[in-house]
């Protein structure tokens, strides 16, 4: 099998295509979701089965298939079906609003990549295909022990990121670690190596952008703000932020969102 590929700026990149009826799920994973970042590029979207099932009939060279499992006209199901049995090298991923196990056991049956449910989180999807990317890199381009390697680190602190970013609130160094299959105290090493910051002190530069993003809306309250991104008591929120940018949250809003 030859995947389709296109060579950006160094790195190959994969050829991804979603079939999705809902128009606002279907627009968000095609413009919102930073594909780029996981190595994949999305050459073309589809609202049902059959119109995917057309287009790849055409371009049997497509890397990977995000299909929703209930689609009208032809659903995720047969799309899958019919590309395990005329197309087995194409990478499928279902996705469905549903836990039915009905469901998964036709995921297995039909060697389906994964199977996600909605919603979609965005550290798991970026985790899931970074590993497919790192499987095709191997097969496609054989990489020396030290690419490999940097390959490898990269797709870790683009997970750790995208993790953090889903859940400035809750974020911890444990549970990161635990998602990339590391340990706490290897993961942090590893962090500040390939960042330069410890993870502890991007989490909070993090939390000070939200922060100020949030503050420029005078309809979010203080307290608001803090619960929103770990703070549980608006104190410590307000002592955070004046120690980070040396103005409290209150001069920050009244000067218009604007650091000394």
């Known amino acids: 099998m030859t995947y389709r590929f296109i060579k950006r700026t160094g790195e190959r990149m994969y ?14 994973l095609v413009h919102l979701f930073p594909w780029e970042e996981t190595g ?10 059959q119109a995917a099932w057309n287009y790849i009939k055409e371009h049997p060279d497509t890397t990977a298939v995000l299909t929703d499992v209930r689609m009208p006209v032809m659903d995720g199901l047969e799309l899958t079906r019919r590309l395990f049995e005329n197309f087995p090298d194409i990478q499928v991923f279902l996705i469905s609003g549903y836990q039915d196990f009905t469901y998964a056991q036709t995921a297995l049956r039909y060697h389906v990549r994964d199977f996600l449910v909605k919603p979609l ?9 970074l590993k497919l990317k790192e499987e095709l890199d191997r097969i496609c381009a054989p990489a020396s022990e030290t690419e490999r390697s940097n390959q490898y680190y990269d797709q870790i ?10 859940h400035l609130r809750t974020a911890t160094l444990e549970e990161a670690a635990f998602l990339t299959h590391l ?3 290897y993961l942090s090493r590893l962090f500040r190596g390939q960042t330069g910051q410890s993870f502890s002190d991007y ?4 939390r000070m952008e939200r922060a100020c993003s949030m503050l420029t809306d005078a309809r979010h309250k203080i307290y608001e703000i803090s619960d929103a991104i770990g703070y549980d008591n608006p104190k410590n929120f307000s002592r955070a932020f004046r120690n980070y940018y040396h103005l409290s949250p209150r001069e920050y809003r009244e000067g218009g969102g604007k650091l000394p």
């Open 15 to 28: 050829s991804l295509i979603i079939a999705e009826d809902d128009d606002n799920i279907r627009s968000g």
């Open 40 to 49: 994949f590029t999305v050459i073309r979207d589809f609202s049902n089965g």
């Open 121 to 129: 989180r965005h550290h798991m999807l970026m985790l899931t295909f």
């Open 157 to 166: 602190i683009r997970a750790v990121k995208a993790y953090v970013m889903d």
């Open 183 to 185: 340990s706490s105290s």
């Open 203 to 206: 989490l909070l530069q993090k």
